[in-house]
């Protein structure tokens, strides 16, 4: 009896094993790589301003395929001519599908905030991103910049671009009990506005991103793959796959959600940020979710 019985849970064990593994090669068989990613260039600023196609070229090299720019020293087309950075992109088998602009420089000078529409449509651009509003004291004040938003995005959305708001941590931290970066996503309309989600900045402030993704997921068409540790109680960014944030699980999630665009943005590094880009793009390139 004791033989039987010690058969029967060995075959019961042996179908659960194979059960399991079972379940792991399903699950691995579905895991894919995310192809193509982007580089935001903020990334690089200490090199740009200095060498704008130069740098470029470098990162095309590492296999970044997209690229997000910024309102650097040259503005955000890096002192080019819209049809010249296209062309220059073209050629490097890139893509520029969005910039972070001086928002809140712009907001209340109508002819500066044309010329930029403008100059990112001629570049085919896709997308114009508020980088950072800042902390909002009163929902009042929150208010008056969802409702803003709504009016950018309207004049956005008139030259074919699609407007956008990119979060730091402040956004995600509770004011009177409740997030501002939902009460945006909630006073602001969907044909106007849509918004970038900075991985890093969500998991610093505490939120949980698969359950506001699960939430708010529509709503997002970016993200900025970002990674994290902390140190002396302050997040000091690092090399992806060196830091918090689990993306293989929170990149499967924002690939559900439907996010469109996956770019690499490093702030802080070990040694010297081409260096940390190459190492995130070798990083990017072996990762399957």
Known sequence: ?????????SGLLTAGAFALSQSDLLANAFAKPI??????LYSVRDAMPKDPKGVMTQLAQMGYKQFESYGGPQGFLWGMEPREIKSFLDGLGVKMVSTHFNYRGEVDKP????????MAHDAGLTYLLCPFYGPQKTWDDWKKVADQFNTVGEEVKKAGLKFGYHNHDY??????????????LDNTDPKYVMFELDLCWIDVAGVNTEEHLKKYGKRYELCHVKDYTVKDGKPVQNDLGKGNVDFKKTLRVAMNSGIKYFLVEQEQYPESSLLSMKNDAEYMKKLSV
């Open 35 to 40: 192809n193509p990613f982007g580089a935001q």
């Open 111 to 118: 002819d500066q905030l044309k010329k930029s529409i403008e």
């Open 171 to 184: 956004s995600f931290r509770p004011l009177d009990g409740k997030l501002p970066q939902e009460f945006l």
């Open 1 to 9: 009896m004791q033989r039987r019985s010690f058969l029967k849970q």
